[in-house]
């Protein structure tokens, strides 16, 4: 069989397939959003769990190799390629290793897409304006961002609170219920407290517009490389993740948003319970605080 007598394997490929010989080009996008990709790696790696990634290279650009199927990458590589990993776009994102680089899926193969990074950031990380009109049913997202105890004073004393800086989809952590962990994936270990645990500002936003995706990198060359518009220092991803690859977390950047009625302190304590310590009422511009129950 040759690679132009590729035939789809699976529902998928079939959808993908037919988008592709009609022209869908944004139809292919958002099928390879949510597909699994076969990452070829080598019968050792395969064994040892040290996998690699897999390149090719051209005149302008190193490329990730990947297949929509194990069958895709067993045609296209001749059957050299015997052994993958699978990943989503998410996954792989999570683990960019340049943000020079590009993403080749099927290459070689007549139903072939070569993305540049960028694209790869924007697919495996939309926007939360995005998100919503991708799956409307989902409602708006509870936002979070750990807080550093010297800063609790003054937000508490805030009429009209806002926030700064780097937040997270607190739905990506929620599955984490110790503070030195989630402390950790964040990237932040330093916001623990001396008893060991983490205090959490946690919020429904309005104007999802205001929540900008980091896509960047870590100098000039990098956010260009990404259509970006963040730069900063390392390990920043840049591919609108957190520095986690264990950890699959969606960050966002805020500059001065005012948080909403209802907006809420917890404390994560370290033997891995919640308690929340503050409610902020927008009617009344004050926090009311939460006492401890035991």
Known sequence: MTADDQPPVGPFEERLW??????QQALCLSLLREADLALPITAGAAADG?????????AGRTWVLAYTSVEAMRLAT???????????????????????????????????FMLDPGTV??????????????DPESGVPVMQKPLAAEDLPELLAAREPRVSGYCHHALDVSHIATPAVLAAALGRPELLTGGGSLNLLRWRPAGLGLYR???????????????????????FVGMGLVPSVDTIIREYKVYGVGLPHGAEIWELTIEGTEHRRA??????RRWLLVGRTS
């Open 121 to 134: 950031a924007r697919l495996a990380v939309p926007t939360l304006v995005q998100d919503l009109r991708l």
């Open 213 to 235: 995706t980091p896509y960047g990198g870590t100098d000039e060359e990098g956010r260009q490389a990404v259509a970006g518009w963040v730069v900063e220092e390392p390990p």
């Open 18 to 23: 037919a988008a592709h010989r009609d022209g």
């Open 78 to 112: 001749g059957g050299v390629a015997t052994h993958c990993r699978v990943a989503s776009m998410t996954e792989l994102a999570a683990g960019w290793p340049d943000p020079r680089w590009g993403l080749a899926v099927n290459a070689g193969l007549r139903v072939a």
């Open 279 to 284: 409610i902020y009422h927008g009617d009344l």
């Open 50 to 58: 040290r996998a690699a990634w897999a390149t090719a290279g051209d």
